[in-house]
């Protein structure tokens, strides 16, 4: 780094200021032994989108100002970075080489520890098209193209995922160079050095680029084309399907001397940009931190300006600031299926009523609310808060936080024919609304049951699943559901009575859950509805205990696809990395329509276009599954027995194979074969569930 100013007011902050290259400062993370900046403990992780990557990469490749650094001395020979963690990230991304075996990176994201797979790689489309005049942009705007573990194929230049027929043809792609280089696994398993962006017209590893010309200097173009032949042999072959296109096109590309030059210059100015890397001085830190009481604070304050910390985020890297020593141990807790932050939500509310408990054991008593900003900043400074806190990281103790949220997993995994798959595990547990995995952590928390006897009591097993699928899925007011669950002392004590019917009663009662129907009552209700309106089938039921809130919650309710197909799941899925597929994508599954979307554009019928998108014209479909017959009927596609048994398909298997190609409108009731196809299987997917893990022991008096 350079020296600029010193002492100086820069951008509005004052403290030392040097300049550093982009190479000095992915070397951050990129040359780690010798670095002179890391990442102190409170930062928060790795949290930008593709498109802010690819955006970054742009502002740079066109000379745009990306903002400047703050870091702070602590007294080591290595500066603590307190903002631009998300842009060093970023940039270190554009000059990782993952085809260079000598470079040994440690990304201050845990995110990308397995650095052969899950580092994402940028690449630079050198052949972008104008969309309107169809030829090379007049500009030469070079476009960042990111591939990530979770979308190997790249994204469109808009930032969005990329249609689902391209998605399918890419992993077709993949798992055949997959298969050549001995590698061939789960899509989300990819090594990125084997895919590339599928959307891009020229694409080259910008990686390349800047070796090939800050290094190469008049050969540099002999060089780009020498590694790309070296290394990319995927996408020569694959991508252009034939071996010397790809090759010829970057060849005459390069050979434009407009073009070529620009390109040159592009990287030459990229090396020589340097960014300003203000340095706070111990001392004044120090002050700073006395001033606002808490260096945790001094942190909120400076990254207001990124991208915000909100609520739990915040909460989590407070709590990193006061046991620094615990971050690996809660990351680890909950690996695969919650957050971080989530964690320290759910370990900051137990403790805080295992404390409320001590000074209030009557009637009267409220489990508290999850903490907001200030009260946790008060509460840590406690001495019982902080104490009882600090235990929950202990390894040493068996109820530690990692133990904790293994049990809860188990009991979601279970072993038996109602194990859950994990995207269900993970939409409980990732659910807006925390308070009903706070039940059974608060449950687990005080029993003495380990969790291999609650899983072998199949009944006790049962009950707790129920329990918080019932809750997750049709609750009305989860605040109510915890002010009922505090009467009980069976919650406080840990026992297994907790998990009893009089709680359902009481929580109907109080309408906190919606009243659940039997299931047979419930298809015979539904049987032959088509023409009802489900004004007029409320309005009949209301006195047997069907309600609105109901309906509404029943037929929109996806989750329960996810349990009606587990098993489906369980084997399509089973060595998915969903922690990391689900941070920056939707999921490796399609909803498919099982009566085709298509057919609804041409019908004038009101109550199918109304059942269209509900979870008995749903099925769950593996991408990579062939979905060819996505718009055929239902009789064409579900004709194999197999994947009637997949797609959970029942009896309304009789609906589906009537249905017909005809247009039908209002006057035309073959629309009742849709309609009670749909109808019956929502019928069969809620007696599924309700059977299966014997909802009835909880609900029917």
């Known amino acids: 780094m350079e020296n600029n100013t010193k002492n100086e007011c820069v951008l509005g902050v004052k403290g030392n200021t040097t300049l550093s290259n982009l190479r000095e400062i992915a070397d951050w993370q990129l040359d780690a032994k010798n670095a002179k900046v890391g990442l102190p403990a409170l930062q928060r992780g790795y949290v930008w989108k593709p498109q802010q990557v690819e955006t970054l990469w742009d502002s740079l490749l066109r000379g745009f100002p990306v903002g400047s650094f703050l870091v702070a001395d602590n007294g080591t020979e290595r500066k603590d970075l307190l903002d631009g963690q998300q842009r060093a990230t970023a940039i270190a991304m554009g000059f990782y080489n993952p085809w260079d075996e000598g470079q040994k990176p440690d990304f201050f994201s845990s995110k990308f520890k397995d650095i052969e797979k899950s580092v994402p790689i940028l690449w630079l489309d ?69 895919v590339y962006p599928l959307e891009a017209n020229l694409p080259v590893p910008i990686v390349f680029l800047i070796e090939a010309v800050n ?77 606002i009481e808490d260096a945790s604070t001094l942190f909120v304050r400076i990254n207001t300006a990124g991208t915000p910390l909100r609520g739990e985020e915040l909460i989590y890297s407070m709590y990193k600031t006061a046991f620094p ?66 235990i929950f990281v202990d390894e040493t103790k068996p109820k530690n936080v990692e133990n904790l949220f293994k049990s809860v997993k188990k009991i979601f995994e279970g072993n038996n024919d109602f194990k859950f798959p994990l995207p269900l595990i993970v939409d409980i547990a990732r659910a807006n609304n925390p308070d009903t995995l706070f039940v059974l952590l608060y449950w687990l928390h005080k029993t003495e049951l380990n969790t291999e006897d609650i899983i072998e009591d199949v009944q006790l097993h049962k009950k707790i699943l129920a329990t918080i699928t019932l809750l997750t899925w049709f609750s009305i007011d989860t605040n109510k559901v915890l002010s009922e669950f505090a009467k009980d002392d069976s919650l406080r004590l840990g026992n ?42 409320i309005k009949e039921d209301n006195e047997r205990g069907i309600i609105i809130e109901f309906i509404a919650k029943l037929f929109d309710q996806r989750g329960l696809l996810l349990f009606v197909q587990r098993n489906y799941i369980n084997g399509k899925f089973q060595q998915l990395q969903w922690d990391i597929l689900l941070e920056d994508s939707n999921r490796p599954y399609d909803l498919d329509h099982i009566y085709p979307s298509i057919k609804n554009q041409h019908n004038t019928f009101g109550e199918i276009r109304e ?40 009896d309304d298997w009789e609906c589906w194979e009537k249905i017909g190609a005809e247009r039908i409108t209002t006057d035309n009731f073959k629309a009742g074969n849709v309609c009670n196809a749909i109808y019956t299987r929502i019928g069969n997917i809620y007696k599924e569930w309700y059977d299966t893990l014997s909802v009835g022991t909880l609900v029917e008096e």
């Not at 994204?155 to 995922?161: M, N, P, V």
């Not at 690996?328 to 404390?355: K, M």
């Not at 907790?498 to 298809?523: D, G, H």
Request: proline fraction near 3%; include cysteine.
């Open 611 to 650: 059942l269209n998108n509900k979870i008995g014209n749903y099925r769950i479909l593996a991408l990579e599954d062939n979905r060819s017959d996505k718009d055929n009927l239902p009789k064409d596609k579900l004709r194999n027995d197999k994947v009637r048994q997949d797609s959970f398909i029942k």
């Open 496 to 537: 297994k009575e907790f998990w009893n019917i009089a709680n359902f009663n009481n929580l109907t009662v109080s309408k906190s859950i919606v009243n659940l129907p039997k299931p047979e009552y419930l298809k015979a209700r539904l049987k032959g509805k088509f023409g009802s309106t489900w004004a007029t089938i």
């Open 325 to 390: 020593e615990s971050k690996e141990i809660v990351e680890q807790a909950g690996a695969g299926f919650i957050a971080p932050s989530r964690i320290i939500n759910h370990i900051s509310r137990i403790v805080s009523t295992d404390l409320a408990l001590e000074k209030n054991t009557n009637q009267n008593f409220s489990i508290p609310q999850p903490l907001k900003l200030k009260q946790f900043q008060q509460s840590i400074k406690e001495s019982g808060f902080n104490k009882n806190l600090r």
């Open 126 to 194: 050198l052949g972008f098209k104008d969309n309107e005049s169809g030829g090379v942009n007049n500009d030469f705007i070079f476009l960042p193209r990111l591939v990530t573990q979770s979308h190997p194929w790249g994204y469109r230049k808009d930032g969005a995922t990329i249609g689902l027929n391209k998605r399918r043809i890419a992993i077709e792609r993949f798992d055949l160079i997959a298969e050549e280089n001995n590698s061939k696994s789960n899509y989300t398993e990819y090594d990125l050095k084997y």
């Open 215 to 291: 290094e190469h200097k008049k050969n540099w173009k002999d060089n780009l084309i020498k590694k790309c032949e070296t290394h990319l042999t995927h996408i020569k072959l694959w991508h252009y399907n034939n071996e010397t296109i790809y090759i010829d096109k970057l060849n005459q590309l390069l050979n434009d001397n407009g073009i070529s030059k620009k390109i040159e210059d592009s990287i030459r100015w990229l090396m020589s940009t340097r960014i300003p890397v203000i340095a706070l001085e111990k001392e004044q830190l120090e002050e700073e931190s006395n001033s």
